[in-house]
């Protein structure tokens, strides 16, 4: 009877709306993690690999043993099914910078303030959860492979040591901001086109309008996975293609992909701030013509009187 009794009382509470609010948010921003994460996958095979070539360990995935990884990534010198994915949905993400109004979900406007009811298609929501599911085993179990062969992020400065200061620290603080705002734009329309529909139909049954509270705690939990680790991390998916250039080794198919994925997530971030120049431009000139405009009619009155 009291088991009963506390079981009743734990539902409840668990129906209460600041709990569903903050479950729903807390998920929506572990989920969108799901594509930074996929660079820091991508970045750490890169690393492995680089390690294998001056080793005489065989050719193939330190995690090879996993099965599920061994499907997935069959060949680490070619792209593979994380690399389709991921460049997917850093391209739809340009074509989103570069045509602001043109939306992706069909269910509603990403640019949009306002809220809309449409229900998402079925179709497409078994879509995204099929996307979600694929990027997340691919993810966690590339992962976790890596952490449980030792296969820890090298030091991209002693990678470069013999052949000059070059490589490792040619990328400035600079383009680290810029590919940090980059990924973070990429973040946002993966977490738009498939992370929010799944969680609003699975947690809310409804479609809801994007508030600042999600936006803040997803741009707090990329920060907070950008500053351990991701931000020296991603920078072998582009350093190490340089370092091979630099010691005339064999340059793989893999290591281009993971290079142009890099530039990609930089021309998005490039994209948005040209936008982001316009709407300040186009906002100063819309202010200096209305002070013109009322400066001008209270000459005019001055005259008449």
């Given at each position: 009877?009291?088991?009963?009794?506390?079981?009743?009382?734990?539902?409840?509470?668990?129906?209460?709306?600041?709990?569903?609010?903050?479950?729903?948010?807390?998920?929506?921003?572990?989920?969108?993690?799901?594509?930074?994460?996929?660079?820091?996958?991508?970045?750490?095979?890169?690393?492995?690999?680089?390690?294998?070539?001056?080793?005489?360990?065989?050719?193939?995935?330190?995690?090879?043993?996993?099965?599920?990884?061994?499907?997935?990534?069959?060949?680490?010198?070619?792209?593979?099914?994380?690399?389709?994915?991921?460049?997917?949905?850093?391209?739809?993400?340009?074509?989103q910078?570069?045509m602001?109004?043109?939306?992706?979900?069909?269910?509603?406007?990403?640019?949009?303030?306002?809220?809309?009811?449409?229900?998402?298609?079925?179709?497409?929501?078994?879509?995204?959860?099929?996307?979600?599911?694929?990027?997340?085993?691919?993810?966690?179990?590339?992962?976790?492979?890596?952490?449980?062969?030792?296969?820890?992020?090298?030091?991209?400065?002693?990678?470069?040591?013999?052949?000059?200061?070059?490589?490792?620290?040619?990328?400035?603080?600079?383009?680290?901001?810029?590919?940090?705002?980059?990924?973070?734009e990429?973040?946002?329309?993966?977490?738009?086109?498939?992370?929010?529909?799944?969680?609003?139909?699975?947690?809310?049954?409804v479609?809801?309008?994007?508030?600042?509270?999600?936006?803040?705690?997803?741009?707090?939990?990329?920060?907070?996975?950008?500053?351990?680790?991701?931000?020296?991390?991603?920078?072998?998916?582009?350093?190490?293609?340089?370092?091979?250039?630099?010691?005339?080794?064999?340059?793989?198919?893999?290591?281009?992909?993971?290079?142009?994925?890099?530039?990609?997530?930089?021309?998005?971030?490039?994209?948005?701030?040209?936008?982001?120049?316009?709407?300040v431009?186009?906002?100063l000139?819309?202010?200096?013509?209305?002070?013109?405009?009322?400066?001008?009619?209270?000459?005019?009155?001055?005259?008449?009187?």
């Open positions: 009877m009291g088991s009963e009794r506390w079981k009743e009382r734990g539902r409840q509470l668990l129906q209460t709306p600041f709990l569903r609010e903050l479950f729903y948010v807390i998920t929506l921003s572990l989920l969108s993690l799901i594509l930074p994460l996929s660079f820091l996958l991508l970045a750490r095979l890169a690393n492995a690999h680089y390690i294998i070539s001056f080793t005489s360990l065989p050719s193939s995935l330190p995690f090879s043993s996993l099965f599920p990884l061994s499907l997935l990534y069959t060949n680490p010198s070619y792209p593979n099914l994380l690399h389709l994915l991921v460049s997917i949905i850093s391209f739809t993400a340009l074509l910078a570069l602001g109004h043109f939306a992706f979900i069909p269910h509603s406007n990403s640019n949009s303030t306002k809220s809309t009811t449409t229900p998402t298609s079925q179709a497409y929501l078994y879509t995204a959860w099929a996307l979600l599911c694929t990027f997340d085993v691919c993810v966690v179990l590339g992962i976790e492979g890596t952490i449980a062969d030792g296969f820890w992020p090298l030091d991209l400065d002693g990678i470069s040591i013999g052949i000059g200061r070059g490589s490792a620290r040619s990328i400035n603080l600079m383009i680290r901001v810029v590919f940090f705002i980059g990924m973070h990429t973040m946002l329309h993966w977490s738009r086109v498939t992370v929010r529909p799944v969680v609003d139909d699975t947690v809310l049954r479609v809801r309008e994007e508030r600042l509270v999600e936006r803040v705690a997803m741009a707090a939990s990329f920060g907070g996975l950008w500053w351990w680790g991701l931000r020296k991390e991603v920078e072998a998916m582009v350093v190490i293609l340089e370092v091979k250039r630099e010691l005339l080794m064999n340059v793989e198919l893999a290591d281009v992909v993971n290079c142009l994925l890099y530039y990609l997530t930089i021309t998005i971030a490039l994209v948005r701030l040209y936008w982001g120049l316009v709407w431009a186009k906002f000139c819309t202010s200096l013509q209305r002070n013109y405009d009322q400066s001008g009619d209270g000459d005019d009155d001055d005259s008449k009187v």
